[in-house]
């Protein structure tokens, strides 16, 4: 079954939908007016050995937008009850009744037309024909096991789960008394959200369900962990014995590591880290306002036409992966429209080398006269729109993770993303891995190193030079001999930061990626 709309918020579309009204007729016709409602609904589940927490929060809003030709001008409001708002909407739009453009200032594509640039059958088989612009039209995520019912079954849900891990804790320690824990936890993120957006061409709804579950071990201030989950149900969850025994074996070779000479090696990037590596190698300053602002040396590269990396070097955002990989889950960066009504589809952003157009919003495509792409995204209602990205990954090779390991005679496996930076405007980069593993003669070695002071290890460098020295790349399915049967790399759960803060939702991921020459501090 897909995800429907709850009755609060097919409330909260027809209260915004009689504002959209109020605004046509308050205001010039020619002005583009656009409305932007979210009801999201979350739950926190967490169990360790001193407590068990609840806790829940519901956030609700609407923005107003009104696009004059040059300004765009917004409003925003936790009530979306015209009656409740329009003392406070009417002072707003006493500032914009004077602007009458001559004709008008930005023409909403019609379904149709939306619809020509859609190629995922996820988005086309939600959508009738040719729908009538007052007609509604609601995305659903596919949902194979229901969530929780009520508080009390995802505790004992989480509870349970937590006794699994705890279960497989004694048998390990009865086995190497070394491994006693310090500390360990469950926990459980179930957050519902639900967006509405209205112009003069489409009326469209989305429900997007996320799942998210990390189970965690502490020892000597090391940590070890299972992250999992989706868009979707509880399928989306994997949590077996075989987790849980790499939380510890990870757990127990960062106890021991041993301090990382700073150097440059040969790194083979688990696709998690590479996916990081995508994301702020060429994704932030492949991001349209970036390049608008004059932030982003990208698009001085792009109009040069200067190369940026080899031909392994394909770097693609993509907001429209409903199938992660092999999971029975959607990636965690997916929908299937921004918060500016624009419905997803895939975007190269490097191809070969090569600076392809950026990732925009409605704003920074207008200005630059480039085509829009669905990535206008917000914090929440009360934050602003910024071009951002979804799931950013490389494109796939065709070796499998045997074949990588075996081209490489001294370096190291890289596992678990620590964050990362970049300057778009230096091109300067940083990744933070949280467990490297060494490699010798194609053989991964078991010795695990930390940072030269401790903590996680730091790859830095200039981005050009790094997508320069891209050995090879994995196919989707590493570990198979056979092709792949995935249209796209997997995508781990992860987030993403504007100017030090506006966090939103993203995928990291991609291939098994192999890189010369990497500076390791």
């Known amino acids: 079954m897909r995800t429907q709309l709850t009755p609060s918020f097919l409330i909260l579309r027809d209260q915004s939908e009689k504002v959209f009204e109020y605004?046509?007729?308050?205001l010039h016709s020619h002005l583009y007016i656009s409305i932007s409602s979210q009801r999201i609904f979350k739950e926190n589940f967490l169990v360790n050995p001193k407590e068990q927490s609840y806790n829940d929060d519901l956030?609700?809003?609407?923005?107003?937008?009104?696009?004059?030709?040059?300004?765009?001008?917004?409003?925003?409001?936790?009530?979306?009850?015209?009656?409740?708002?329009?003392?406070?909407?009417d002072q707003w739009l006493e500032t914009l009744k004077s602007i009458k453009p001559a004709k008008p200032v930005y023409v909403s594509p019609s379904w149709t037309e939306r619809l020509a640039a859609v190629s995922e059958s996820e988005i086309l088989s939600q959508v009738s024909e040719a729908p009538e612009t007052s007609e509604w039209v609601h995305f659903g995520v596919p949902q194979k096991k229901p969530w929780p019912k009520s508080t009390q079954e995802g505790m004992d849900w989480l509870k349970d789960r937590y006794t699994d891990f705890k279960n497989e804790t004694l048998k390990l320690e009865e086995k190497h008394p070394a491994r006693v824990l310090d500390f360990s936890l469950a926990r459980l993120d179930l957050s519902f959200e639900e967006h509405c957006f209205i112009d003069s061409s489409v009326r469209m709804t989305?429900?997007?369900?996320?799942?998210?579950?990390?189970?965690?071990?502490?020892?000597?201030?090391?940590?070890g962990y299972h992250l999992t989950g989706g868009l979707g149900g509880m399928e989306t969850i994997q949590l077996t014995s075989e987790e849980f025994h790499h939380i510890f074996n990870d757990l127990e070779n960062l106890v021991k590591a041993e301090p990382l000479p700073p150097g440059r090696y040969d790194l083979l990037m688990h696709p998690s880290v590479s996916g990081v590596f995508a994301h702020e190698a060429f994704g932030h300053s492949q991001e349209g306002d970036t390049w608008a602002r004059g932030r982003s040396k990208a698009k001085d590269l792009y109009e040069s036409k200067e190369s940026v990396g080899n031909s392994h070097a394909t770097i693609l955002n993509n907001p429209a992966i409903y199938k992660n990989a092999w999971e029975d889950a959607m990636a965690w960066g997916s929908y299937f429209f921004d918060e500016e009504g624009w419905l997803a589809s895939e975007q190269v952003l490097v191809?070969?080398?090569?600076?392809?157009?950026?990732?925009?919003?409605?704003?920074?495509?207008?200005?630059?006269?480039?085509?829009?792409?669905?990535?206008?995204?917000?914090?929440?209602?009360?934050?602003?729109?910024?071009?951002?990205?979804?799931?950013?990954?490389?494109?796939?090779g065709d070796k499998t993770f045997d074949q990588l390991l075996a081209q490489v005679k001294n370096g190291y496996y890289a596992r678990h993303p620590y964050g990362g930076m970049e300057d778009p405007k230096g091109m300067g980069i940083q990744v933070g891995i949280g467990y490297v593993e060494e490699i010798v003669d194609g053989q991964l070695t078991g010795r695990t190193f930390k940072g030269p002071n401790g903590g996680a290890i730091q790859m830095t460098g200039y981005v050009p030079d790094y997508l320069n020295q891209i050995v090879d790349k994995s196919k989707i399915d590493a570990f198979s001999q056979g092709k792949d049967h995935s249209k796209y790399p997997w995508n781990e759960i992860g987030g993403c930061g504007k100017y030090h803060k506006e966090s939103v939702h993203a995928g990291c991921g991609g291939p098994y990626l192999l890189v010369s020459n990497a500076l390791l501090s």
């Not at 605004?23 to 308050?26: F, M, N, R, S, V």
């Open 351 to 396: 191809d070969q080398g090569q600076l392809q157009l950026p990732m925009t919003d409605f704003v920074s495509s207008y200005r630059l006269q480039i085509p829009r792409t669905a990535n206008g995204k917000r914090e929440s209602w009360s934050h602003g729109i910024y071009t951002r990205q979804t799931n950013t990954y490389f494109s796939e």
């Open 206 to 223: 989305q429900a997007l369900p996320r799942v998210l579950c990390v189970i965690a071990a502490v020892k000597k201030g090391e940590r």
């Open 23 to 26: 605004l046509q007729e308050q």
């Open 59 to 89: 956030i609700r809003g609407m923005n107003i937008r009104v696009f004059d030709g040059s300004t765009m001008h917004e409003w925003a409001h936790p009530q979306s009850d015209l009656g409740v708002i329009k003392g406070e909407l």
